[in-house]
C-alpha cells in the first residue's frame, strides 16, 4: 500500500535526495571467468578476418552455457555489491507502482483496452460496458514468473470475439488464441506461427483472415514460408486457405480487411525496410489484382469504404504523404500531401474522419481530416511530448491517443467532434513532474548538420561540467525516439542525474531523408553525431567525459558497441543492451536477415568493406584503456542473437587494460524485451543505473524520498 505525504514534504524530500558528486574510483576486480580464445581465422573478400570467439554463438554448447552462467554470476556479484543498487531497487520498485492503461478500442458501444495495476508483471485486456470494467484476459495467471506475454490482440466488429497472441520468456512466437468474450473462454484451436499476426475478422465474425509462417520444428529461427490465410471458426486451422504467400526469402507478408469484407488489402514487405508489394483480393470473387508490383517504395495502407489509403515515400515524397486508390477502378490520387517540414508519421482511420499523427521537431501533433482530405481539426495536445499510440474503429467517431512526456505523467486523451479534446485517463504517478525541466536543444554535427537533442533534468541545475549524464540514442530504421515518461529514469533524475536523448540520423524524426543519411554506408554519420553531441555537454559544461554515461538497446546496441571502440576517451560507462555487434555475421542469425536492407550484408564485397570498418566487435584492440561497459542480452530473443552481447563481453575482457569493469549479463528468461514483465524490468532498470551511479560518481543515496500519488504536473 502506497504511503500517502502531502505535496510540500514530498517536494522538501525529493529536493534534498541528491546525494554529492564523488570522484570516480576503480574498483578492485577479481578476475573474470576463463574465456577460451581460439585461432579462427577466415578471409572474407581477400581480408584476413579473426573470430577467436565463434564458439559463444551456440546456445545449446555446454561450455558456451556454463560460460555464461559463469559470467551472470560475475556480474551479479558485483552488481549487488554496490552500495546503491539495493535502495535504487526499492525506490524503483516504488516509482513504479502506478496504474498504466493503454488506448481503447472501441466495437459497438464496448471499450477494450490494456491495463497494468500498480507492480502487475503483464497487462490485462479489459472490457469496459455501460460504465463497468471487467478482466477478460490476464496474461499473469498464466505463469508464475511473469514471462507469457499476450504479444497483439484484435477485437471482432462487434467485440464478440478477441484474437490475441501468447509467447513465452519474450520470445515473441505467438500462438494465436480465439476467445468468446460473452462465454469468457477460449474457444477453437490455438494456432502456432502468428507472430506478423495481422488479424481481419469478417463483418459476420464466422472467421478471419490471418498470416501465419511454418518452417521447420525450431519456431522463431528462420520465421519463413510466410501467407495469409483464411481460418473459419471451428474448423481445423491446418486446412487454412492460404490466400496469398510471400515472394521473398525475407518477405514479411500481412493483409487487412474492409468494413463489408470484401476487400482484403495484403502487403509484403521486404524485410524491415518498409518497402512492400501490394495485392488487392477480392474475397467476394477469389481474385487478386496487383497494386504495386516491386520493392522500390515503402507503403503502409488502410481501406475502408472501397477506397486504400497509402502512406508512403513514392515520387521523393520524403517527409510522407498519403495517398488513396479506389478498389474497383484502382484510379489513384493524392489524398495529403507531404508537408514541407513536419514528417507525417502514422494515420488511422476513425469513423467519418482520418487522424493523421505529425512530428514537429521530433513532438508529435495530431490532425484530423474527412474524407475529402480536408483539415478539420487539430486536437491541442497538453504539452510538448509524443502520442504513442492511437485507438480508433472505422464505424466509430471517437479517437483514442496514448500520450507523454518525459515529465508528463502517461495519459489517454479522448477526441470527438462535438467534445473535441479531452482526458479520458491519467496515471497517478507517486513522483512529481513540476520538479523536472526539458529542453530541447539543437547541436552542430561535424558536418554542420542540426541535431537535436532533448535534456531532462531537475531545476536549477548548476552547469559546472559535473552532472552525471546519461545520453541514449538509436539512429535506425527510420523509428524516431519518443519523448515518453519512464518510471526506470527517474531514480536518476530524482538523485540529480541528466538523462539527455540525442535524435541523431538514421532515425524517422525528420523523415526518410533522415533515415537515409543514416543507413547502409552511411551508418557512422550515426557514431558521429552521437559523439558530437558528448563534445557539445561538455563543451556546454553540463558534464565531462568522468561523468558521462551513454545507453543503447538494440540498434541503439549497435550504437553504443562502436563509440566503446571509436571514442572511447568520451565517457566513462556504457550500456550496451541486446545488441548487434558482429556485423559481418549478423544476417546468419534468427530474423537479421531482415535488416540487411538496412545494414548491408557481408556477403556483398563493398558492403563488406563499410560493414568491417566499423563492425564493433572487430574493432576491440588489445591493449587498449576501455571505459566501464555492461552489456546485456536475452537468452531467448528471436530478433538479435545473444552471441553478440557474449563474443563482444569476450573481446573487451580480453582486451581492456583499464581497470574498469567489462560486465556481461544475458537473462535466460527473456527476450528482446517485449513482454517482459514489471518485476524483470525493475531488476533491470536498478542493474543498469546502479552501474552508472557507480561508475559515473553518485553517491548512494541517504535515504528515498517517500511515494506520493500525484497525477498532474
Request: with cysteine; net charge negative; aromatic share 10%.
Amino acid at each position: 500500500m502506497r504511503r500517502i505525504l502531502c505535496l510540500a514534504l514530498f517536494a522538501g524530500l525529493l529536493a534534498c535526495s541528491r546525494g554529492p558528486i564523488v570522484a570516480h574510483q576503480a574498483r578492485p576486480l577479481p578476475p573474470y571467468p576463463e574465456t577460451k580464445r581460439e585461432s579462427l581465422v577466415e578471409t572474407l573478400h581477400g581480408v584476413e578476418v579473426a573470430d577467436p570467439y565463434r564458439w559463444l554463438e551456440s546456445t545449446d554448447d555446454p561450455a558456451a552455457q556454463a560460460w555464461t552462467e559463469a559470467q551472470n554470476a560475475f556480474t551479479m556479484k558485483y552488481i549487488e555489491a554496490l552500495p546503491q543498487y539495493a535502495p535504487l531497487k526499492k525506490r524503483l520498485a516504488e516509482i513504479w507502482d502506478f496504474d498504466k492503461m493503454q488506448p481503447p478500442v472501441p466495437r459497438k458501444g464496448k471499450l477494450f483496452f490494456r491495463k497494468t495495476t500498480g507492480l502487475q508483471n503483464q497487462p490485462v485486456l479489459y472490457l469496459r460496458e455501460n460504465g463497468a470494467d471487467t478482466a477478460l484476459i490476464d496474461p499473469n495467471a498464466l505463469s508464475a514468473d511473469g514471462t507469457t506475454a499476450m504479444d497483439w490482440w484484435y477485437a471482432s466488429p462487434t467485440g464478440k470475439y478477441i484474437a490475441y497472441g501468447l509467447s513465452e520468456q519474450g520470445s515473441e512466437q505467438s500462438v494465436l488464441h480465439l476467445y468468446d468474450v460473452a462465454a469468457k473462454k477460449d474457444i477453437d484451436t490455438p494456432i502456432a506461427g502468428c507472430r506478423y499476426a495481422a488479424v481481419s475478422f469478417l463483418p459476420d465474425e464466422t472467421g478471419f483472415f490471418y498470416s501465419r509462417k511454418l518452417d521447420g520444428a525450431t519456431p522463431g529461427e528462420i520465421d519463413t514460408d510466410q501467407s495469409v490465410r483464411f481460418h473459419r471458426i471451428g474448423e481445423d486451422p491446418e486446412k487454412d486457405e492460404v490466400i496469398a504467400k510471400a515472394t521473398l526469402k525475407e518477405g514479411i507478408i500481412v493483409s487487412g480487411l474492409d468494413e463489408t469484407g470484401r476487400w482484403l488489402l495484403i502487403s509484403e514487405y521486404q524485410g524491415s525496410s518498409g518497402k512492400a508489394r501490394l495485392v488487392l483480393y477480392d474475397a467476394k470473387e477469389k481474385t487478386a489484382r496487383p497494386l504495386v508490383d516491386n520493392f522500390d517504395n515503402i507503403w503502409e495502407g488502410d481501406i475502408f469504404r472501397g477506397k486504400i489509403y497509402l502512406r508512403t515515400d513514392r515520387d521523393g515524397a520524403l517527409n510522407w504523404k498519403i495517398l488513396r486508390v479506389d478498389a474497383e477502378t484502382l484510379a489513384w490520387e493524392e489524398f495529403i500531401p507531404a508537408h514541407e517540414k513536419d514528417i507525417l508519421d502514422a494515420f488511422l482511420v476513425t469513423g467519418d474522419h482520418i487522424a493523421v499523427h505529425y512530428l514537429h521537431d521530433v513532438a508529435s501533433q495530431v490532425a484530423l481530416f474527412d474524407l475529402t482530405g480536408k483539415r478539420i481539426a487539430t486536437p491541442g495536445l497538453p504539452t510538448i511530448g509524443s502520442v504513442h499510440g492511437m485507438g480508433g474503429s472505422p464505424d466509430e467517431k471517437e479517437l483514442f491517443l496514448a500520450f507523454s512526456s518525459y515529465a508528463y505523467p502517461p495519459a489517454i486523451l479522448r477526441w470527438t467532434p462535438a467534445e473535441g479534446i479531452t482526458e479520458f485517463f491519467r496515471a497517478a504517478v507517486p513522483v512529481d513532474p513540476s520538479l523536472l525541466e526539458t529542453t530541447q536543444v539543437f547541436y552542430p554535427a561535424a558536418d554542420g548538420t542540426k541535431i537535436p537533442m532533448f535534456l531532462v533534468h531537475k531545476k536549477g541545475i548548476e552547469k559546472n561540467g559535473m552532472n552525471p549524464t546519461a545520453l541514449i540514442g538509436y539512429g535506425g530504421f527510420n523509428v524516431s525516439y519518443p519523448l515518453h515518461f519512464s518510471p526506470a529514469n527517474w531514480g536518476w533524475l530524482e538523485r540529480g542525474g541528466i538523462y539527455a536523448v540525442a535524435n541523431i540520423r538514421g532515425g524517422g524524426e525528420y523523415g526518410e531523408a533522415w533515415h537515409r543519411a543514416g543507413m547502409l554506408g552511411a551508418k557512422e554519420t550515426c557514431f558521429n553525431d552521437f559523439a558530437d553531441a558528448m563534445r557539445w555537454l561538455i563543451i556546454e559544461k553540463y558534464a565531462s567525459p568522468a561523468t558521462i554515461g551513454i545507453m543503447g538497446g538494440s540498434n541503439g546496441g549497435l550504437l553504443t558497441g562502436a563509440l566503446v571502440t571509436r571514442e572511447p576517451q568520451l565517457f566513462s560507462a556504457a550500456l550496451v543492451a541486446v545488441p548487434l555487434l558482429d556485423m559481418l555475421r549478423f544476417h546468419k542469425f534468427l530474423i537479421g536477415r531482415y535488416w540487411v536492407s538496412e545494414y548491408g550484408s557481408a556477403d556483398d564485397p563493398e558492403q563488406f568493406k563499410w560493414l568491417y570498418r566499423y563492425s564493433p566487435y572487430h574493432q576491440v584492440k588489445k591493449d587498449e584503456r576501455y571505459p566501464a561497459v555492461l552489456l546485456t542480452a536475452g537468452e531467448h530473443d528471436s530478433r538479435v542473437h545473444p552471441l553478440h552481447a557474449k563474443k563482444m563481453a569476450a573481446a573487451l575482457q580480453w582486451a581492456n587494460t583499464s581497470k574498469e569493469p567489462i560486465l556481461l549479463y544475458v537473462d535466460t528468461k527473456a527476450g528482446h524485451g517485449q513482454g517482459k514483465g514489471t518485476e524483470m524490468r525493475i531488476a533491470e532498470a536498478a542493474m543498469e543505473w546502479a552501474f552508472f551511479m557507480d561508475r559515473l560518481g553518485m553517491a548512494p543515496a541517504a535515504s528515498s524520498p517517500e511515494s506520493s500519488p500525484i497525477s498532474a504536473p
